[in-house]
């Protein structure tokens, strides 16, 4: 069964910052089902990556996936209020713990 | 517009059961595998089942297993789950999702969740 780890469990940046969020598999896996969701309190999550690098309908192109095998990385190039939440990678059926980016 | 809508959850006790529903339309219903994911209070996201556009394929997390059923009504476009021998941990916010390219694809529509409490 595969993990996945995500790093860091929060990351405390300022609006206008870049954001680098790490998600690391247990073994290699698939890109094409390496997913990155948003998620923010109280809503259901937001799919913003697919494929480990393609944006879903409507996500704003600050958001950028990358990264292959086991080593995959989700980067938001200029933090805008709304993008504090929560952010998960995904994997088929496993979901990792999530990193929360908060405002410093 | 693609719109899924949850209900049936509430307050139950450590071993009783309950039956969540989910509603779906803006989409042709009968050609997409759907997922039931979870959310303990304060806890992340964990996957409980999946079942395919047909009903013919089934798989649910062990920690459900035995316990909890998925079903489907295409002519209805709903998505159920039968959950029995209900447990506190099985206490968070249900929701349905459906996969966007096939069985296990990530979820581009999400309903907004529906409560789920097991306590005495």
């Known amino acids: 069964e595969i993990v996945l780890t995500q790093s860091p469990g929060t990351l405390s940046l300022s609006p206008g910052e870049r954001a680098t969020l790490s998600c690391r598999a247990s073994?290699?896996?698939?890109?094409?089902?390496l997913a990155w969701y948003q998620q923010k309190p109280g809503q259901a999550p937001r799919l913003l990556i697919y494929?480990?690098?393609s944006r879903a309908t409507g996500v704003p192109d600050r958001f950028s996936g990358s990264g292959s095998g086991t080593d995959f990385t989700l980067t938001i190039s200029r933090l805008e209020p709304e993008d504090f939440a929560v952010y998960y990678c995904?994997?088929?059926?496993?979901f990792g713990p999530g990193t929360k980016v908060d405002i410093k | 517009e693609v719109q899924l809508l949850e209900s049936g959850g509430g307050l139950v006790k450590p071993g009783g059961s309950l039956r969540l529903s989910c509603a779906a339309s803006g989409f042709d219903f009968s050609t997409y595998s759907m997922n039931w994911v979870r959310q303990a209070p304060g806890k992340g996201l964990e996957w409980v089942s999946s079942?395919?556009?047909?009903?013919?394929?089934?798989d649910y997390a062990d920690s459900v297993k035995g316990r909890f059923t998925i079903s489907r009504d295409n002519a209805e476009n709903s998505l159920f789950l039968q959950m029995n021998s209900l447990r506190a941990e099985d206490t968070a916010v249900y929701f349905c999702?459906?996969?966007?390219?096939?069985?296990?694809?990530?979820?581009?529509?999400w309903g907004q969740g529906t409560l789920v409490t097991v306590s005495s």
């Open positions: 494929g480990a690098s």
């Open positions: 073994q290699s896996v698939s890109s094409s089902y």
């Open positions: 999702a459906r996969d966007d390219t096939g069985y296990f694809s990530p979820s581009q529509y």
């Open positions: 995904q994997q088929f059926t496993t």
């Open positions: 079942i395919s556009a047909t009903g013919r394929h089934i």
